[in-house]
């Protein structure tokens, strides 16, 4: 089975500044998508960004990029000139490119992002 | 509709209750997802509906849980005889891809927050 993992809790950042969230993921399969999501306190998700594993190129949503390494099965997005309306939860999530299990998402346990004014 | 609605928003249930949670999707979506969301996690995979044929209720916690899509539209998730650690936000998602290997996008609610007291 897929895990993913996000290891920092919590992150801050100042206003205007960049961070970078990291995201880990455990997996046996070659080909599999990855997705950023945004949960703010209305609690519905929102798609950040997502990158297709057979894609070498690191996909990249306006201030929104990745840093996608196969090999090392990690996952980080990165955030420029951070706003405080990009405040909330972050979740990566995985999934499956399989038939077989390939609709449902594998979501990591979070992370929380604070933008100091 | 515009988005996939969720209802009720909050509900406060007695432990030995049973619960019906409601998920309206976007009109004409084939894919509908439920997923739990415990306090300070990330969403967990519940079941998978497409059209009105359940085809993966594989992340159903326990047969206390209960998921129907008669129609192919509205979905409704039943919690019976309600436990303490069924409290939790639970989020509903749609797709309008039937094909697995498409690269597509879900649409999720705002969730409805159960609390079990």
């Known amino acids: 089975a897929q895990t993913v993992t996000q290891s920092q809790p919590e992150m801050s950042v100042q206003e205007a500044e960049t961070v970078t969230l990291s995201c880990t993921y455990d997996?046996?399969?070659?080909?599999?998508?990855l997705f950023w999501y945004k949960q703010p306190p209305s609690r519905q998700m929102i798609l950040v960004i997502r990158?297709?594993?057979?894609?070498?190129q690191n996909a990249t949503e306006n201030r929104f990029s990745v840093n996608f390494q196969k090999a090392a099965k990690s996952f980080s997005l990165k955030i420029s000139d951070s706003q405080l309306g990009d405040a909330a939860m972050y979740f990566c999530?995985?999934?499956?490119?399989?038939?077989?299990?390939?609709?449902?998402?594998?979501f990591g346990q979070g992370t929380r992002l604070t933008i100091n004014p | 509709g515009a988005g996939v609605s969720q209802s009720p928003r909050y509900k406060v249930a007695k432990r030995g209750q049973d619960v019906a949670l409601r998920c309206d999707p976007i009109?004409?979506?084939?894919?509908l997802f439920w997923y739990q969301q415990a306090l300070g996690q990330g969403p967990e995979f519940l079941t998978y509906?497409?059209?009105?044929?359940?085809?993966?209720k594989s992340g159903l916690p326990s047969d206390r849980f209960f998921a129907e899509r008669p129609e192919g539209s509205v979905s409704t998730l039943k919690i019976q005889r309600t436990q303490q650690e069924d409290s939790a936000v639970y989020l509903c998602?749609?797709?309008?891809?039937?094909?697995?290997?498409?690269?597509?996008?879900?649409?999720f609610g705002s969730g409805t927050r159960l609390t079990v007291v």
């Open positions: 998602a749609s797709s309008l891809a039937r094909v697995p290997l498409v690269n597509y996008g879900y649409t």
């Open positions: 997996t046996s399969e070659s080909d599999y998508y």
């Open positions: 990158q297709e594993a057979y894609k070498q």
């Open positions: 999530a995985y999934r499956s490119f399989l038939i077989q299990g390939a609709q449902k998402l594998v």
């Open positions: 009109s004409g979506h084939v894919s």
């Open positions: 509906f497409q059209n009105e044929a359940q085809l993966d």
